[in-house]
């Protein structure tokens, strides 16, 4: 798809991007977070050139899904600078002799710990349990994204604030 | 689960683990299907104590 000029830079986020550091959990979608090539870019963003990409070649819709090799994928577009970073940043990944990209485990933590949910902070957790977690490149982050007093917060709410 | 087999589990290649994905979300709906979701099941064979069911929640 992207070198068919559909879609520009790529990563896969979420828990399967989780997955890719930590023990896999189970989950029932696969994010993809996009962004579309120069060409093609407008005040106005549609996925549409993706859905009818992807339709094109027989994988159905279901919902706000569409089924590529069984697995519902949702695609998504950078919601505001750090996923836009967390795109930007993305690290190559091979599955069985593809290429793919991955974001980093600090951008997956800060993004976790942005949305809040408590199966977020779940996986922030178990990055840190696993020692998955670059700190120096991860203070740098939540600092840049302004998130640095949820970081705070997350440490008084599960390590009393002596993490 | 103790350490280090959740150790054993994230050295794993990243394709070893989609398989294992694989798995879980086909177990996932099929208990769904079942009618057992939010009952206890056994689960602590399951490669992770985590779960990130994205019908638990909405997308904030």
């Known amino acids: 798809m992207q070198s068919a000029g559909v879609i520009g830079r790529y990563a896969i986020g ?22 579309f090539p120069e060409t093609i870019k407008g005040s106005l963003v549609s996925l549409k050139p993706i859905y009818d990409y992807l339709q094109g ?14 697995w519902p994928v949702q695609f998504l577009v ?6 836009v970073e967390a795109l930007k940043r993305a690290t190559r990944a091979e599955v069985e002799g593809t290429s793919t990209w991955v974001m980093t485990a600090e951008h997956l933590v800060a993004i976790a710990l942005q949305t809040g949910r408590v199966k977020d902070h779940n996986r922030v957790l178990q990055f840190i349990e696993l020692k998955k977690i670059d700190y120096p490149m991860l203070s740098d982050i939540l600092q840049r994204h302004g998130l640095s007093l949820k ?11 002596r993490h | ?7 054993q589990l994230a050295a794993l290649p990243f394709a070893e683990k989609l398989k294992i ?18 009952s206890e099941s056994k689960t602590e064979d399951e490669p992770s104590a985590a779960r990130d069911d994205k019908t638990d929640e909405p997308k904030s």
């Open chain 2, 1 to 7: 689960m103790g350490d280090t087999r959740r150790e």
């Open chain 2, 21 to 38: 994905l694989e798995k879980l979300r086909a177990r996932s709906l099929a208990i769904a299907a079942a009618g057992l979701r939010g």
């Open chain 1, 14 to 35: 979420g828990a399967v991007a989780a997955t890719f550091y930590l023990e896999p959990a189970a989950t029932l979608d696969l994010d993809i977070f996009v962004e």
């Open chain 1, 78 to 83: 950078p919601a505001g600078p750090l996923e």
């Open chain 1, 57 to 70: 070649r027989g994988c159905p819709t279901s919902g706000e899904y569409i089924v590529v090799a069984e």
């Open chain 1, 151 to 161: 970081w705070k917060q997350f440490e008084v709410r599960y390590f009393h604030g």
